[in-house]
């Protein structure tokens, strides 16, 4: 580990605080493999998989913005105490209630996703030097894939005692992860700067955070179509539990690009970098399409990982930059809305690919969507 690095989780609170914002947030890379396991085993197609995973991700993209704001205003405790209960008792109760209720609860569920990215996010200007957050934001993002290295997993373990098991852990590790994190001296003591006046469209009045949240979309898109088109990968395979296998692998990669981008001493400028990066990350799923044999693939999908969180950390560096005064939370939460945007429609698209046995063609979509998304990121430079 570069000194950078070893320099920043070894300052105080950051270990704690980041620690209990990844346990938190291990739901998030728990639930897309949760759901359509859930649905699956209840026979119901891939188009019911993408629905069901669509409504969770439209939920979450609706909700983060919400409750992000209250802590803008109210501090981060009460809005995150409140969300955890709210999402972790729906999720929870899914084996039990009527396939009727599944889409409303799954939404309710999504809507009350805890915000602790952002609420992480708001935090890093205050437990690091202004000279280096952006490491701290690299980091961050590399950490964060071990949400979708480890939630995989514990899925696939949990489900081996029980079908629902991926999500009663979800809806218990949820409430331990909120616990944790606002016990923590940063998150009881962090105020947010008050605006001169507030607008009701919060960070949304900045032109350049628009166009960037916009390419998200794109982004999340790209990401959205795999969890699905894995797991009908594995089952073209006969391999049941493959498919978390290669969601975990594609978080692997992921979590090597964000290590490596991390310890760079000299990060390149985020407003130039974003959307090479982004681009980047589109080519890498183009061998996708060729949906070679189990080995070959978990290569590919390992690869196809690295640009990641990269191209996430530019995106924050560029957000922390353009953010209206007093609303940093909230626009850290539109960063992650319009990713889920993204994701819900490539999971939906994903599901109905996969129901046609068109297994190529949701890497195709991805490797389109990100190409886009760069071109959109690289022009929000040149608004004012």
Do not use: K
């Not at 209720?101 to 602790?116: D, E, K, M, S, W």
């Not at 310890?263 to 183009?286: E, K, N, S, W």
């Amino acid at each position: 580990m570069s000194r950078t690095t070893d320099g920043l989780v070894s300052r105080p609170h950051v270990p704690r605080t980041l620690l209990s914002s990844l346990l938190g947030r291990l739901p998030v890379g728990m639930m897309p493999v949760a759901l359509v396991l859930f649905v699956r085993d209840s026979d119901r197609s891939f188009d019911s998989a993408g629905l069901i995973m669509a409504a969770y991700a439209l939920g979450a993209c609706i909700g983060g913005p919400v409750f992000s704001r209250w802590m803008d205003r109210a501090g981060q405790g009460r809005p995150l105490v409140i969300a955890g209960t709210i999402s972790a008792l729906p999720i929870a109760s899914l084996p039990w209630v009527p396939w009727a209720l599944v889409l409303a609860l799954v939404l309710v569920g999504g809507f009350a996703t805890p915000p602790l990215e952002p609420a992480l996010r708001a935090l890093w200007p205050h437990l690091v030097d202004p000279a280096r957050l952006p490491s701290a934001f690299a980091i961050d993002a590399a950490a964060q894939e071990l949400i979708f290295v480890l939630g995989p997993l514990l899925v696939l373990a949990t489900s081996s005692v029980s079908a629902s098991g991926g999500l009663i852990a979800a809806a218990v590790v949820t409430a331990a992860g909120v616990a944790s994190f606002i016990t923590g001296q940063p998150s009881r003591d962090w105020v947010a700067p008050q605006q001169v006046s507030r607008h009701w469209l919060g960070p949304l009045r900045s032109r350049r955070l628009v166009l960037l949240y916009v390419a998200i979309v794109g982004l999340g898109l790209t990401v959205g179509s795999l969890p699905v088109a894995f797991v009908a990968y594995a089952e073209s395979e006969s391999v049941r539990g493959l498919g978390s296998w290669l969601v975990a692998l594609n978080a692997l990669g992921a979590l090597a690009g964000g290590v490596t981008y991390s310890r760079l001493r000299q990060h390149p400028d985020a407003g130039r970098a974003v959307g090479i990066l982004f681009a980047a990350l589109g080519l890498t799923y183009l061998p996708l399409a060729l949906v070679p044999g189990p080995v070959a693939m978990g290569g590919l999908v390992l690869l196809s990982g690295v640009f990641l969180p990269p191209a996430l950390t530019c995106a924050f560096q560029l957000v922390d930059r353009w953010a209206p005064t007093g609303t940093t939370t909230e626009a850290f939460a539109w960063i992650i809305s319009a990713f889920l945007v993204g994701s819900s429609g490539g999971a939906a698209l994903s599901g109905t690919f996969a129901d046609g046995g068109h297994l190529s063609a949701p890497y195709l979509l991805g490797a389109a969507a990100a190409l886009l998304a760069g071109a959109i990121a690289a022009a929000t430079t040149a608004v004012g």
